[in-house]
């Protein structure tokens, strides 16, 4: 479909051990993005990427990192998994930084921390 | 910083329309976005406006106010199908080159038969 998919698409976990997720996509997309949904807030931007290995910080960063190795693939771990982090993650791609370039989602990811 | 405000619930009739409003404030403005997400799937793309008026789409319109931070999102004849959560997103000029959007929280649309 467009070209971005997000693995595992469910995962339970339990507190204090090491979660990774992935998004990786098709498109030689420059710009990737980790998002957490969770209701009452909406979607909260965790980390970006601009380009591989280059990445920085959204506004809800504490708790996760990002690593960009290649263009295709863009990882989120939280390094000791909290029940707070219980959420759901979706994963962006984006051509381009300005002008109509919206995002494409993945298709998510629902993470439980027990 | 950017703030966001869209209301949390809305109903409507199918074949009626309705309009969802969203009033944003942010330290520049570089695009207002509106999404569709269906329960437990994915956001998808609607509607892109940067400059003031009305943006048609079929059934779907977006209007845009920058002067007043202001911008709606129209559905004409609606469809039972079209009960969904309505995501306004912008991007500020702040975003640089990292294109990222700030996304209000939602309003979730019942279509009732």
């Known amino acids: 479909d467009a070209g971005i998919t997000q693995s595992p698409r469910h995962k339970v976990t339990e507190t204090g051990t090491p979660v990774t997720l992935r998004c990786h996509q098709t498109?030689?997309?420059?710009?990737m993005y980790w998002y957490r949904q969770d209701p009452g807030h909406g979607l909260r931007l965790i980390h970006y990427s601009y380009g591989v290995k280059d990445t920085d910080k959204g506004e809800v960063s504490d708790g996760y990192s990002v690593s960009r190795s290649k263009t295709e693939d863009f990882l989120l771990t939280l390094e000791s998994a909290t029940s707070s982090q219980t959420s759901v993650y979706f994963c962006?791609?984006?051509?381009?930084?300005?002008?109509?370039?919206?995002?494409?989602f993945g298709s998510g990811t629902r993470l439980t921390v027990v | 910083g950017q703030n966001i405000d869209q209301p949390t619930e809305m109903t409507a009739t199918e074949g009626a329309i309705v309009q969802i409003n969203c009033t944003y404030q942010t330290s520049g403005f570089n695009g207002l976005f509106w999404y569709q997400q269906h329960a437990g799937e994915a956001p998808t793309f609607l509607s892109y406006?940067?400059?003031?008026g009305l943006e048609e789409k079929g059934r779907f319109s977006s209007f845009l106010s920058r002067s007043k931070g202001y911008s709606y999102l129209l559905l004409k004849e609606l469809q039972m199908k079209d009960s969904a959560s309505y995501l306004c997103?912008?991007?500020?000029?702040?975003?640089?080159?990292?294109?990222?959007?700030?996304f209000g929280q939602g309003t979730t649309l019942q279509v009732k038969p």
């Open positions: 498109e030689n997309h420059r710009y």
């Open positions: 962006a791609i984006s051509e381009g930084s300005g002008g109509m370039y919206g995002y494409t």
């Open positions: 997103a912008t991007r500020g000029r702040g975003s640089g080159n990292t294109g990222k959007l700030i």
């Open positions: 406006n940067v400059l003031d």
